[in-house]
Every structure is written in structure tokens, then in C-alpha cells.
């Protein structure tokens, strides 16, 4: 029983995790992990059991190529990791037969990918930093400073600038193919590591304090039982009707409210750190994409978790 890792890069514990749990529900099969990448020397490509080099999610071969892939190894699990591959995948569902795929509707995964619609859709429901497009900057009265990012549509859109004055804006805005500028929200930003079954509801829900970032994804985080969030994750799950994994941001200002910044359906960079609080993460996900019951689970909180790094080496022309 064969599964596929998309996009592995250097989530090598993916990798063990799912190992591990595939082994643990289907004891009596033989269990391979496959994973694929664009870049030859991800580590990924030399730690799993085999690792395929394949073109970037902006081809438009790249479906079929994880399709082929699919069929000469006898997947019968994929776990998406990158946000520009999701609508591909979700798009393509019919090609997959018999292949395990637990995603988000391709209506869901639009709204998110789209940080302006995101912001349109949600804005009645919840608190969101105000958003709009960057080319309107000059023509709204702007409380500075303010954040600006990628509006999404199909390409990348980690990271963001704070401007504190139009000269920055302007200057700052040339930089993005489809600005928009946001509210700039101060304080405690959190993490919420989330898988939905196929009613979209939580199955787990593990709130976390970003407490070290580093290039944009958590490096040290505290699992934090905060209720409010988990309440307000609940109720975002029904109404975006997620499936599947999902990470989701939130920033709690000085007066302690909660602000919605983005919603990813996929796993999050810094699962690890949900992971060591709630082990059966990974086991709980596969569970409800193989249509098992599974109860919600259970987390510690109140634990600082620290990631760190390692190497992995390979005698090339081997």
C-alpha cells in the first residue's frame, strides 16, 4: 500500500509519520512512501522509499505527470502540501479513481487561495483585517502602517511587507504582480493545526502561539487551549464546509479579539509542533480519508515546541 507525498521538500517527518501510521492500521500490507519534488536536491527525494524529480506546479504537465506517477507506483494515498497544487488537484479529482485524496471542495480552496474574495466572503461572519485592492491605496484614507501581500490567484503569497507612509506603499507595491494592502493588525499571532471530516466537522483542533518565526513559518510555537479560537474554528469550518487538513491564522490584538487572517486546506509548515501535542494527527487524517471512524481528538497545551534541523547525505552518481 503505497502513498505519495507531494511537494515533500524538507518535511522528512511526513515521511516517518505516515510510515509509522500506515503500518499501524494496515498491519499485514507492505507500506511505501513516495514522495515528489521540482528541485533534485530536496532532501525528501533521498530519504524517502523512492522520490520522483518532477516539472514545477505551474506546468501543465504537472497533473499528469503525478498521475503517471501514480499508476507506476500503485498510490492509494496522496497528501498535498503546497497551496498552488491544491486547486490543480482539486480540479482533477476524476482522474484519481481509487485514490485517496482528502481535500476541500475546488470552491472552497478558490475562496482561500483569494485573499480578497476571502475577505469579501467572511467579513459579516468574523473580524478581518480590512482589505482591499492595491491599486486603489492612493484613493482610500489609509491608517498607517499597513500590510501589503499577494492577492493569491495561483501563485505564491508567503510573505508581506509594513509600509507606514504612501511613499513606502508606492514604492513597496511594484514588487507584486496582485497587490492588495491590508489593516495592519498588532499582537499575538496563532496558529490553528485543523483536520474536518466529510461534514466538515473537527475532528481535531490544536491552537498554538507563533512564538519564533522563520521565513514565514513557526520555528518555536506553545500549544495554547485557547477556547475562544477553537469556538471560532469550529464555526469557520461550517462555513467555508472544510475537508480534510487545515491550517488557520488568527491574530489576537491588544484588547484580546480575535482577527481572522487566512485560511491554507492543506497541512501547516509548522505541524510539528501540533504534532507533539496531539500524536494521532497524522493517524486521525489518514483515518477519515480511508472512511474509518475516528473520535475527536484529544491535545496537551501548555507546551513549548522547538524545531530544529538536520542533514541528510548522498554519494551522488549512486
Avoid at 511587507?161 to 496582485?178: A, D, F, G, P, W
Wanted: glycine fraction near 4%.
Amino acid at each position: 500500500m503505497n502513498s505519495l507525498i507531494t511537494c515533500c521538500g524538507r518535511k522528512l517527518y511526513l515521511i516517518d509519520e505516515i510510515h509509522s501510521v500506515m503500518k499501524y492500521i494496515f498491519p499485514n500490507e507492505k507500506h511505501n512512501v513516495i514522495v515528489t519534488e521540482s528541485y533534485e536536491y530536496s532532501p525528501s527525494l533521498y530519504y524517502a522509499d523512492k522520490g520522483f524529480i518532477v516539472p514545477p506546479i505551474t506546468d501543465k504537465n504537472y497533473i499528469n505527470d503525478i498521475i503517471k506517477i501514480c499508476d507506476q507506483e500503485k498510490i492509494l494515498f496522496i497528501l498535498p502540501t503546497k497551496d498552488t497544487e491544491l486547486i490543480k488537484f482539486a480540479g482533477n479529482l476524476n482522474l484519481f479513481k481509487g485514490i485517496k485524496l482528502l481535500l476541500s471542495s475546488l470552491e472552497t480552496i478558490v475562496v482561500c487561495e483569494d485573499k480578497l474574495n476571502f475577505y469579501e466572503e467572511l467579513k459579516k461572519d468574523f473580524n478581518l483585517p480590512k482589505t482591499f485592492i492595491g491599486t486603489l491605496s492612493k484613493k482610500i484614507k489609509i491608517k498607517w502602517p499597513v500590510i501589503i501581500k499577494e492577492r493569491g490567484k495561483g501563485i505564491e503569497t508567503s510573505g508581506y511587507n509594513v509600509c507606514r507612509n504612501q511613499e513606502e506603499l508606492n514604492y513597496t507595491i511594484k514588487s507584486y504582480k496582485y497587490p492588495i494592502v491590508q489593516e495592519y493588525i498588532e499582537g499575538q499571532e496563532y496558529t490553528v493545526d485543523c483536520i474536518f471530516n466529510a461534514d466538515n466537522s473537527p475532528i481535531c483542533i490544536v491552537p498554538r502561539k507563533r512564538l519564533k518565526i522563520r521565513q514565514y513559518v513557526s520555528d518555536v510555537g506553545l500549544v495554547d487551549r485557547d477556547d475562544e479560537l477553537i469556538n471560532l474554528t469550529k464555526k469557520l469550518g461550517k462555513r467555508l464546509k472544510l475537508t480534510g487538513p487545515a491550517n488557520i491564522q488568527w491574530i489576537k490584538n491588544s484588547d484580546n479579539i480575535p482577527f481572522l487572517i487566512e485560511v491554507n486546506p492543506r497541512i501547516s509548515g509548522g505541524l510539528q509542533i501540533s504534532l507533539a501535542a496531539c500524536p494521532d494527527f497524522i493517524k486521525a487524517l489518514i483515518q477519515v480519508a480511508f472512511n474509518m471512524s475516528t473520535n475527536e481528538l484529544e491535545f496537551y497545551d501548555d507546551i513549548v515546541v522547538m524545531k530544529y534541523d538536520s542533514v541528510v547525505s548522498k554519494k551522488i552518481n549512486e
